[in-house]
């Protein structure tokens, strides 16, 4: 299972919005709702920002936001800020009943 | 409050075994599938393993099957990890992970576990 395309850094000032995208094929990413996205801070543990393509665990910020078309899911941060500088990872359910990453995307605010 | 804490991380020789654990609490464990996945230095997250909240369904990712073992102790709030035949790219840190209920996905995150694979 190849790891799902992610771009290797995306950045943005205060303020801007970004979005990461996370490409998979028609068995993972293409074929099922169960995309989510996780944040990771240097040294720390993933935590879990979108679920079921676009929603939000309570207590996470409404400045995330998350879509998909076809093969593609993206992860939108609205209103950047200092502390979303982390990396970002997407996932998918697959049809083996495994799971797959991205490869990840490191955020950087000017 | 869910917690997830892993233990029994350390350095071994290529070849060796080590067996992780996984103490869950602040939920009812016995309802949740649970996952192993890793994070080798600098790079990635890696899916490793999954185990249904009973036990009956298990999956491994190719680049462990055969060697790692997951299993769970639904008395003890408990999952583990048996690694045989050890190699250097097994080296990594090793997250316990939730599935989310009803759901085909990874919720919450224990901080993870260091096996280091080196002669």
């Known amino acids: 299972q190849s790891a799902l395309t992610q771009p290797a850094s995306v950045s943005g000032s205060p303020g801007q919005s970004i979005t990461i995208s996370c490409t998979g094929i028609s068995s993972d990413v293409g074929g099922y709702s169960y995309v989510s996205w996780y944040q990771q801070h240097p040294g720390k543990a993933p935590k879990l920002l979108i679920y079921?393509?676009?929603n939000r665990p309570s207590g996470v910020s409404n400045r995330f936001s998350g879509s998909k078309s076809g093969n593609t899911a993206s992860l939108t941060i609205s209103g950047l800020q200092a502390e979303d500088e982390a990396d970002y990872y997407c996932s998918s359910y697959t049809s083996s009943n495994t799971y797959v990453f991205g490869a990840g995307t490191k955020v950087t605010v000017l | 409050e869910v917690q997830l804490v892993e233990s029994g991380g350390g350095q071994v020789k290529p070849g060796g075994s080590l067996r992780l654990s996984c103490a869950a609490s602040g939920f009812t464990f016995s309802s949740y599938s649970m996952n192993w996945v890793r994070q080798a230095p600098g790079k990635g997250l890696e899916w490793v393993s999954s185990?249904?909240?009973?036990?009956?369904?298990?999956y491994y990712a190719d680049s462990v099957r055969g060697r790692l073992t997951i299993s769970r102790d639904n008395a003890k709030n408990s999952l583990y990890l048996q690694m045989n035949s050890l190699r250097a790219d097994d080296t990594a840190i090793y997250y316990c992970?939730?599935?989310?209920?009803?759901?085909?996905?990874?919720?919450?995150w224990g901080q993870g576990t260091l096996v280091t694979v080196s002669s």
């Open positions: 992970a939730r599935g989310r209920s009803n759901s085909k996905q990874i919720d919450y």
């Open positions: 185990i249904s909240s009973s036990g009956t369904y298990i």
């Open positions: 079921d393509v676009s």
